[in-house]
């Protein structure tokens, strides 16, 4: 038996130790995905259960909410349908947003009975997984199971490699090209190519020259000001002299790459292009995110998710930002939205534009609850809701804050000093009021939001910690490589991981040392997406999404996929995107819940039935030794000797 | 001084050895060049004249003669034009045609005087080269000066990065996508991608499933028959049943490559799609081959380079391949055409298709010179070979032939035996007849042919010595990596060469393996090339040739090249290209044929001047040492301290 050799390396009683731990980290997990209605495979939990001696119900099983496509003839931006005002109050305590009958309710803090997470329990649970994934026993046996996984997909290759690439044969009408691809990861700001954003800029001159676009200081200016302001004319204007392309210098640097984002180094034209709340009230930002969304939807089978900014500095920022919205009807069905939310409470302090932490996460909190307990209050902002599928968090990972998050942590609103929270700290917070948001949007019938941070770009391991708990799935991940023990957890619960080797290559990590194929192989969930095209991708954005198509390729080359491989990173990658449930029916096929192969459509995923079997049976024996480990009867059980 | 170490290292008689041995070196060079009116450095000539202490003449220099593009208004496919006949006889003696005043002076071998090269000699300096490329103190020297030459550029780029990116921003109109490009290295059989030949077959059985389309053994067959015999319907093609993309079944297997030109593995459809000659006279090739012009001449900056086939195998093929282009009127001024020919003797003389290998060459040159001497005799061809711009030869390097070239092998009409000659052997016989051919199109003002083969790919580095000798440039390159000594004498003499990592990399190297990046730094001449899209590239090729542009965009990607090296390669594309020079001088500007800075135009190359100046000085720098080292003259020398 192949794996014998693991009874000399691994004791029993390590082995038990590690099983019970990594179970107790599928729990915990498990729980605060519940709580927030975000997805946790069915697999998993049945063998959890299994171990309980409990039985799995698929009544356990939460889902996600999110806004089917409108109907035939139905505007998406419709205000008429929107529910009645429910007449409840929203107030923050201690930086989390509770929900009350009415103000005397609030008064005498009795919420409403939504389930919420525990802030003590949540760092017991985050202190035991600290001590777990630095224990000498879980860190052996995860980090052979996952070198274990590793070589077996390789003989899976080897073996199986024909038969599969026979069954896409013989798979009529679908291939790589038309099965769907959803850019999991994407700015809005970035989200054209350097190309794209150039002939925008020469275009709006040709109309606009003359058009009052720009005010600073009170002196308004025509678009022919602004430029002549700047000294230039952007019939000049090139590639090169946009300058918002990544090059070697941004490696390493993120600082430098966020200054990419100002095209000529000029930040007047972010404001004027790249920007919702200006002059112009974001016309040409919209333009050109609608040109975008026209490409897709004439491309037929690509989709994104791209991520608008909600800072939390005041509170009229979702108002704005919805106002936009709906003025310019940015709606496409080939986009869903995201919010992304900045970690730079301590700039906003230092400005003195919020007192405290707990004010940032009430501005980008309570609209959100007021618009779903009251839509008709902010009909914009509700209707823009129906479109939002989750929130991001991000910036820098490596700036590191030096604050560790404990019981004895300030409360947001008592978090007055200049200096930043930690990454856990800023994610427990955001976790905890969209657990709670979701509960409250749940009950309406309402549309739900993932939590989907940047996570493992760069920084501590805890971060990836942190996200295991709180997280739907999340972008980046090249830290799993760092720690074993998240990286098997990760495996074990199939978080789907939004990968960028272009950006990462530009960034962080060179190409060729990305862990992208290594995780694939061992079975983790990735997706390809583009994070940054403006920056990062040469391939013109203008018909057919060329810079999805870059990252697709370019990782085929450099990891030599298969189309089999191309084409499960596909398919994760609309399992983890916000497409709606019937998109999702429609794209991977009416069983893409179930997992394993019957939960596979290959007509529509061009994904090899044996590849499905290998990942969930590769899945379900993994699960079982830890059950195995967990019921201490390695010698009663059949497969106790194989370990 | 940071060369001192030199003098450590190398012994002043070691040092001119070296020199003197590459000094004859680049006169073989140089020699064959001129004799073949293709192209060698202005600057390198220059410094064999000071070091012969004589005085280089401009008329020395050679260039070969391309169409141009046709004026306003006129037909390029006009026969009206043709020069009358000279009524010269030309015939095959010792495989090498010669022309002759008449057939009296024919049967006396009283040929004309056109020079010719010499067998003797040839050999002679072939010999001469082995010796080189084995003699120890000149590998010494070259193997240095290669690793300095790295290691100085990427000081200069340290240095002078930003200097660089500076002049480009300030360059008004011109960047990488508006700057020309040339696909340098494709193959017409494989130049549309997988999906364009889908749609293709696709469409065609839409319109054409009734027309009769094949004829096998006396039986005439409907393009339905023909689908129906192969048991499938074209509706449910994929990409994947295709199966022409190159997989990782292909590494290390030319064998299995060359299979891949088969569509669905079936021979009857690449009869049908994408040959010259079958029941429908090669309509769908020159179809897809015109759509493909017609996506490049939409895309206005890049250029190609398409290889068709001729073969040797009988006389009439250069009539059949002229009438297949000049009925589907194939010409674009977006397409250069090249001859590629197959090393495949063995095979046809195996089935007794010739009877030796003399009648080979004879099929492939014979025709050439008669339409040449008697444009009228064979007008069809007369106006295909205006828009021939050279000779290829192709087939898998590493079949070794057994065989070594010496002035005792049998002659082409000795060679009768089945056994394959060697490389070299083809190489010689090919040049031969290009440069006598090439003379006497010169004479009538006729274009003249480049000698341009597939060589270095795989197999021994005797090849890239017989194109170091012969081959105007040439395609990979990759083996110049095992020989220091012939990697020097490609800088020395700036031999172009046409590199395809993503072909590479599925077939005989890994891309972050590929020498691209390296060659480039030292400052071989290197542009990026497709060689066989179809097999190769994921992106889409119709609108804006995007496999040409996924090969750049990964190299710059891996490699992480800047955009002054984008657009330094892409200004060698231009060079090596057989674009006319009508059109170099369009594209790269008036003084292109100019070396160093005051050849390049940065208003419409995007390259540096500063670039122009550090290549111009690197290479004049070694050069230079060359002289040194032949003059003897180390101590009086400057420069001789430093050696």
């Known amino acids: 038996c192949i794996f014998s050799m693991f009874s000399f390396k691994v004791t029993m009683d390590d082995f038990e130790l590690a099983c019970k731990g990594l179970y107790r980290a599928l729990t915990i997990r498990e729980k605060y995905m519940r709580l927030a209605f975000q997805r946790y495979p069915s697999t998993t939990s049945h063998f959890l259960r299994k171990i309980e001696g409990e039985v799995w119900k698929p009544e356990h099983q939460v889902q996600p909410v999110f806004t089917p496509p409108p109907a035939a003839g139905e505007d998406p931006l419709d205000a008429k349908s929107l529910p009645p005002n ?6 923050m305590r201690d930086g989390v947003i509770y929900v009350y009958k009415d103000s005397a309710a609030a008064d005498k803090h009795e919420p409403l009975p939504l389930p919420t997470p525990d802030l003590t329990t949540f760092i017991d649970d985050m202190n035991f997984l600290i001590a777990l994934i630095a224990q000498g026993p879980t860190k052996t046996y995860t980090h052979r199971r996952l070198k274990f996984l590793r070589s077996k997909f390789n003989v899976h290759e080897m073996l199986n490699e024909m038969e599969e690439l026979k069954e896409l044969k013989n798979n009529p009408h679908r291939d790589f090209y038309n099965c769907r691809k959803v850019d999991t990861h994407i700015h809005a700001a970035a989200c054209m190519n350097q190309k794209h954003l150039l002939r925008f800029i020469k275009k709006s001159y040709r109309v606009d020259a003359d058009r009052v676009v720009y005010s600073a200081k009170g002196k308004e200016m025509t678009l022919k000001e602004v430029f002549a302001s700047l000294k230039m004319h952007p019939y000049d204007l090139t590639v090169d002299s946009l300058d918002v392309h990544a090059g070697r210098q941004t490696f390493q640097r993120f600082d430098k790459f966020n200054a990419k984002y100002n095209p000529v180094g000029a930040s007047e034209l972010r404001d004027l292009y790249l920007k919702t709340e200006n002059h112009i009230s974001g016309e040409y930002f919209a333009t050109i995110i609608k040109e975008v969304a026209s490409d897709l939807e004439d491309a037929r089978y690509q989709y994104a998710e791209p991520r608008l900014s909600i800072y939390g500095c005041n509170p009229n920022e979702w108002t704005k930002l919805s106002g936009w919205f709906i003025k310019h009807r940015v709606y496409s069905p080939n986009l869903m939205w995201m919010i992304q939310v900045p970690r730079i409470y301590d700039i906003f302090r230092g400005r003195n534009f919020v007192p405290h932490f707990g004010k940032m996460l009430e501005n980008i909190f309570l609209p959100v609850f007021q618009a779903t307990i009251d839509p008709h209050s902010n009909p914009e902002l509700s209707l823009f809701l129906k479109h939002v599928t989750g929130f991001d ?3 820098d990972e490596s700036k590191h804050s030096g604050h560790m998050f404990s019981t004895k942590s300030p409360k947001p609103e008592k ?10 700290y800023y994610i427990y917070y955001m976790y905890a009021n969209i657990a709670i948001l979701n509960q409250l949007r749940k009950e309406r019938g309402m549309n739900t ?4 941070p940047h996570c493992g770009e760069a920084g501590a391991v805890t971060h990836l910690l ?11 991940g090249l830290n799993l490589k760092k720690s074993p023990v998240l990286q098997y957890l990760y495996f074990l619960t199939q978080i789907p991981i939004a990968m960028s080797p272009l950006s990462n290559n530009s960034l962080f990590l060179e190409y060729n040392k990305n862990p992208l194929l290594e995780f694939h192989q061992k079975g983790l969930m990735v997706s390809l997406s583009t994070d940054d095209p403006m920056q990062f991708h040469y391939t013109k954005v203008r018909s057919d999404w060329e810079p999805l198509m870059e990252e697709y390729a370019i990782a085929a080359q450099v990891f030599k996929l298969s189309t089999c491989d191309m084409c499960e990173i596909a398919r994760n990658s609309v399992l983890q995107s916000g497409l709606s449930h019937e998109n999702k029916v429609h ?6 819940l179930k997992e394993g192969p019957e939960g596979n459509d290959i007509r529509k995923t061009n ?28 010698n009663s059980s059949p497969r106790g000797q194989l370990v």
């Open 86 to 91: 429910l007449g409840y109050v929203a107030r």
């Open 393 to 395: 968090s991000v910036d």
């Open 415 to 424: 978090w007055d000093i200049v200096k930043n929270p930690s990454y856990t």
């Open 449 to 452: 939001f993932q939590f989907r």
């Open 466 to 476: 942190a996200c295991f708990m709180t997280a739907d799935n999340i972008s980046h």
């Open 587 to 592: 794209f991977l096929g009416q069983h893409y």
């Open 607 to 634: 994904v090899a039935q044996i590849r499905m079997a290998y990942r969930y049976e590769t899945l379900c024996y993994e699960l079982n030794l830890i059950q195995d480990g967990c019921e201490n009867g390695i």
